[in-house]
């Protein structure tokens, strides 16, 4: 009796889910929607996007600390000196050339370089992933969409190579000329993307130096790609002259670009969707410098830039002071560049760069494709261009084992967490390319269910494709669906459930944790009840026989979405169903959701939570989860089965 009594005590007070209030704001936009003539779940969906869309733009990613700042501080001087003073000094012009162009140290040193950025914990939470995470906030607005996109950018990649030249010296950051891959039957099979150069070209990263990867999202995934990107392009030299038709920077600018094939930033978009696609890192505004071959390809832009000034000044044009008009606040000249201290977005127009390095000609066949290895490149005397290699050509040639390759020796400690991966129902299997069978360094096996799992965290702004390329247009979307337990339970990780892009500061995709051990189930419980007077939308569902009801947990306290929906017999009555949903486990302080229900043509589902022992009361869906006993939430979907954990909301659902 005395137990009894205790546990009923204690439900309400200490435990592990409890209602929790609505932010006021989300609040306000639901009373200030709801007289507009629109459905309650439209004006639930669009309140509650926009909502998480602004407060995730804040929390997507770890913030930087004070010692990081100070350490970007001193790079930032070092090129403001430099940038200032009125000759090249004793400096030696740096030159910057195309990936495969560079001798095998110069190869070794660069990816060294980089990988020592990565593990250098001097600042937290490394040096790499310091200069990675300034690419977010306000620089999505400010470095993007305008004519700061080149300046900001080229600073940018000066300051990473800096840093890179204080791991190794003499190093300098290479280009990626991705035209050479647009050249190729199948660009995906490239060179470029085996363990000699970046890294496997699909799933996660597990070959080459970039190998495993921890990205520094909340919570932490392992680098992705997802290449080729569907509905992308890789920069397309014929379109790509459009851009060097013109004479000035507004011409070739966003917004003044008369065309996008003669915008530059256009271009370059192509690119971030061609590696990220659907779940890579380089397909997010905010990740996307989480992957080297950022660096590599906004070199070439940059290279492009460069291009472009040499021809201005052919013209007797200032590109110095050709600043394009504009009347966007985060694009005016005189705007201090975000993350970058003591420049102004003017400043990165400046020709003072050209005093600190200079760009090697891209591979053609006039010079010999730059002098590249040839399995890497050759001249296709059709096409009149270098084009790159692909790994099947390289390896006929037994190009892995005549190639110097630093990584080829090691091998590469598969992380525990990409173990419980491999081991759950998500299965991924990880076996070529590391460690055996050394020489092929590309084989890829992972399958469907793993790659929906562990995907970069993309509710910020992604990057979309101007300029595709018909090779990559068609591509179909790979299904999004996996199933995790059986039953008549399916686990959607969606990623278009809500194909509008509302607003332009995020896309309503969504990922889960890369390591299903942050992830907690608990049980909800779902009751359908057959409306007296079905409306005509419901008979005409009801002719399905089935209908669905899918629930949906949106953190507040993190970053994630999970969905899951259950299939309810229409005939019935009235129905009661278990059914389970997914949020981070709230191992440190509490969790934050938001939990909501609605059947397959949008109507809501009205949640109630347990205020004790037995009884239900209406509530708004928004959870508080602690990690006090008697928790009320299991740590794995495998211990979810014959439970008799009571559900903390239950959703009615009349149809
Ligand atoms: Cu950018």
């Not at 409306?531 to 009801?549: C, D, Q, V, W, Y």
């Not at 009555?573 to 934050?592: A, C, D, H, Q, R």
Request: with cysteine; proline share 5%; net charge positive.
């Amino acid at each position: 009796m005395t137990s009894y009594f205790l546990l009923l005590f204690l439900i309400p007070a200490s435990a592990l889910i409890m209602e929790d209030i609505v932010p006021p704001m989300l609040e306000e936009c639901y009373s200030a929607q709801i007289a507009k003539n629109v459905t309650a779940y439209d004006v639930q969906t669009s309140c509650l996007e926009s909502f998480l869309g602004q407060m995730y733009k804040n929390s997507s990613t770890t913030r930087l600390g004070k010692y990081a700042f100070a350490w970007l501080d001193t790079i930032g001087r070092d090129i403001h000196i430099r940038l200032r003073r009125q000759s090249k000094g004793n400096h030696k012009l740096r030159v910057r050339k195309e990936i495969r162009t560079l001798s095998e140290n110069e190869r070794e040193d660069f990816l060294d370089a980089v990988r020592a950025l990565k593990n250098d914990k001097s600042v937290s939470p490394n040096q790499y992933d310091v200069i990675a995470l300034i690419h977010q906030g306000d620089t999505e607005f400010s470095a993007h969409g305008g004519p700061n996109f080149v300046s900001w950018h080229r600073y940018y990649c000066l300051m990473f190579e800096d840093a890179l030249r204080k791991k190794k010296r003499g190093v300098t950051l290479p280009y990626w000329d991705s035209t050479l891959e647009f050249l190729m039957k199948k660009p995906e099979d490239s060179i470029l993307f085996t363990k000699i150069f970046l890294g496997n070209p699909k799933g996660v990263v597990f070959s080459g130096p970039f190998a495993f990867w921890k990205t520094p999202t909340k919570p932490q995934s392992l680098l992705r790609r997802d290449i080729p990107g569907a509905f992308s392009s890789l920069i397309n030299p014929q379109t790509l002259q459009q851009v060097f038709k013109k004479k000035y920077h507004r011409e070739i600018l966003t917004p003044t670009a008369g065309s996008d094939e003669a915008n530059l930033e256009a271009h370059h978009d192509g690119v971030h969707v061609w590696v990220g696609g659907a779940d890579g890192h380089m397909g997010g505004v905010y990740t996307s410098p989480m992957d080297p071959v950022f660096f590599l390809h906004h070199c070439f832009i940059d290279y492009l830039w460069e291009k472009f000034r040499q021809r201005q000044k052919r013209f007797g044009i200032n590109s110095e002071t050709d600043y394009p008009p504009t009347t966007d606040p985060y694009h005016l000249p005189n705007r201090p560049m975000d993350g970058l201290g003591l420049h102004t977005n003017i400043d990165g127009y400046s020709n003072s760069f050209s005093r600190i390095y200079r760009y090697a000609d891209a591979p053609t066949c006039k010079n010999k494709c730059g002098r590249a290895h040839k399995g890497f490149l050759f001249c296709d005397s059709k096409k009149k261009a270098c084009v790159a290699r692909s790994r099947y050509d390289f390896r006929r040639q037994n190009g892995f084992t005549s190639v110097r390759n630093w990584y080829m020796g090691t091998k590469t400690k598969i992380p525990e967490s990409v173990k419980t991966l491999a081991k759950s129902s998500a299965g991924v299997t990880l076996n070529d390319g590391i460690g055996s069978d050394g020489a092929s360094g590309f084989d890829l096996k992972e399958n469907k269910q793993q790659s929906t799992a562990n995907r970069a965290p993309t509710l910020t702004r992604k990057f979309t494709a101007r300029l595709v390329d018909p090779r990559t247009r068609g591509r179909q979307r790979r299904s999004i669906d996996s199933s995790f337990v059986g039953n008549n339970v399916k686990i959607v990780f969606d990623i278009n459930l809500h194909p509008r892009q509302e607003m332009k500061s995020y896309s309503s995709s969504n990922w889960i944790p890369n390591d299903l051990d942050n992830w907690a189930i608990s049980p909800i419980a779902i009751i359908t009840k057959k409306a007296r007077n079905g409306t005509p939308e419901h008979s005409r569902l009801k002719n399905k026989g089935t209908f669905n009801i899918t629930f949906q947990t949106d953190g507040f306290s993190y970053r994630g979405r999970h969905m899951e929906y259950i299939t309810v017999d229409e005939r019935t009555l009235t129905s009661e169903s278990v059914g389970s949903i997914g949020f981070e486990k709230p191992v440190s302080g509490e969790t934050k959701a938001y939990v909501r229900a609605y059947d397959s043509y949008g109507k809501l589902c009205q949640p109630s939570c347990l205020v004790s022992q037995s009884t239900y009361k209406e509530c708004s869906g928004m959870i508080k989860v602690t990690s006090d006993y008697p928790r009320m939430y299991f740590d794995s979907y495998n211990g979810n089965s014959d439970s008799n954990m009571k559900p903390f909301l239950k959703f009615i659902c009349v149809n």
